[in-house]
């Protein structure tokens, strides 16, 4: 149940309401005046706080903003003997929940304090998710302690801070968005939206109205008005990966967003203006891209303020055995699974292979792996067979070799219970590869 807190000089009426309140199942703790009030919020924590206006150390309108400062989450109710406009408008640009006269509205205390305790205890949960995402994305969760990493992490903890834009670079599966989400996470924009979108997953048109909105009609197709991820964006930070994929076409109109902060909806003719933190990633040569004609070099100068390349997990191979505890402790949790142990073949058969996918292809492989688990411990045999081939332990006849591609396949198959597309995503192998292989199983 909720806490109360009333302040209040009245003995006899603070006690009063005291044990009404108390008898409707809250808990309620008392003081008289500014002073005690305050130490007692600090200590008490509560929900919600009763107080009058009128105290012999202070007004309870300034008192209101006091109380958000120490605990944004409580919800104050202001209680006067002499109810008037001014001090009631004051009270709520203060952050009062209500402001109500003794006497008067008595019968309104308690389905108010209802209210302000549903109110306060939404605010405590909204804290907490966005706490536990902070904490999720914060640089402290970035696996990995090679020198490479930590100036590439280093990098980003510095320009969090700030609202500069940021390109990060490096191979596809690298983490871009992690760095992303963790930038955003660390900034003043904290509490803003994080929006991302992939830029070489829309065509033209539709990219263009993704990111910028349109107005009903202006396209066939168009049926309503739509917000663009821009205006989603707005006072949080927008993440474009693959921003070498954009068209040249579109992206005059990103550098205006970047300049000017403005852009004009599909079908529009005045601006939309937004307060949007751009960060952009690619896995292409942006020099490279200008030189082809494929890319703005005032786009690129405007996006590469402040540049991070995140190496790839080739070059930081130290860090391999720190992921695979990571990402079998997230696939246990999710399948229902118990790993003890991890034996040390399993992980320098890992350490050994060339991870041309880079964290996204180790993720794939760990998580093939707790599929072909049989107990409770992560093994050499539990990994695909190009591991055994890098590591030399293949057996060198083709066909056993054939045979164990036929046997892991099919038991990722049954984990899937005959879902084709699944299964091809958790192989790492095209559908239609996946189809040509079956065929030559004789499985349909």
Same mark, same amino acid.
Do not use: S
């Given at each position: 149940m909720a806490k109360i807190l009333i302040i209040d000089d009245e003995e006899q009426l603070r006690r009063l309401m005291a044990r009404i309140i108390g008898l409707e199942g809250y808990e309620v703790a008392e003081a008289p005046d500014c002073s005690s009030g305050m130490k007692t919020l600090r200590r008490y924590d509560p929900d919600v706080?009763?107080?009058?206006?009128?105290?012999?150390?202070?007004?309870?309108?300034?008192?209101v903003s006091r109380i958000k400062e120490a605990a944004p989450a409580t919800e104050v109710i202001l209680l006067t003997a002499y109810g008037n406009i001014p001090d009631g408008v004051q009270a709520i640009k203060n952050g009062a929940f209500d402001y109500i006269t003794k006497g008067d509205d008595n019968n309104k205390i308690l389905p108010l304090l209802s209210r302000a305790a549903e109110k306060a205890e939404m605010q405590r949960r909204l804290t907490r998710i966005e706490n536990k995402l902070s904490e999720e994305h914060s640089f402290d969760r970035i696996v990995g302690d090679s020198e490479v990493l930590r100036r590439a992490v280093d990098l980003a903890r510095k320009v969090a801070v700030t609202d500069t834009s940021v390109l990060l670079t490096g191979e596809t599966g690298t983490g871009k968005e992690v760095f992303a989400q963790a930038i955003h996470h660390a900034s003043r924009r904290a509490k803003g939206a994080f929006v991302a979108i992939n830029c070489s997953a829309f065509s033209r048109e539709l990219l263009e109205s993704e990111l910028f909105g349109h107005r009903a009609g202006s396209f066939t197709g168009a049926a309503k008005d739509k917000k663009g991820l821009f205006e989603e964006a707005d006072k949080g930070t927008l993440f474009l990966d693959e921003i070498g994929e954009m068209p040249v076409e579109l992206q005059a109109k990103l550098l205006r967003v970047l300049e000017s902060g403005e852009f004009?909806?599909?079908? =529009?003719?005045?601006?939309?203006?937004?307060?949007?933190?751009?960060?952009?990633a690619t896995n292409r040569d942006l020099e490279k891209e200008i030189a082809a004609g494929?890319?703005? =070099?005032?786009?690129?100068?405007r996006l590469s303020v402040f540049r991070i390349h995140l190496p790839s997990l080739r070059e930081r191979p130290g860090d391999i055995a720190g992921y695979i505890r990571v990402f079998a402790a997230q696939f246990a949790d999710k399948m229902g699974r118990r790993i003890d142990s991890i034996d040390a073949d399993y992980i320098a058969a890992l350490e050994r292979h060339t991870w041309h996918g880079n964290v996204r292809e180790l993720r794939n492989a760990v998580e093939r792996s707790m599929i072909m688990a049989d107990g409770n411990r992560l093994t050499a045999d539990c990994l695909a067979p190009e591991f055994h081939a890098a590591a030399g332990s293949a057996d060198p006849d083709s066909l056993a070799l054939d045979d164990l591609e036929r046997r892991h396949i099919l038991r990722v198959l049954e984990h899937t219970r005959g879902n084709k597309a699944e299964a091809a995503r958790l192989l790492g192998i095209g559908i239609a590869t996946l189809y040509r292989k079956l065929d030559g199983y004789g499985v349909k």
């Open positions: 706080v009763l107080c009058d206006v009128k105290l012999p150390d202070g007004n309870g309108v300034e008192m004009i909806k599909i079908g =529009e003719t005045r601006p939309t203006r937004v307060d949007v933190r751009l960060i952009a494929n890319f703005r =070099e005032d786009l690129y100068f």
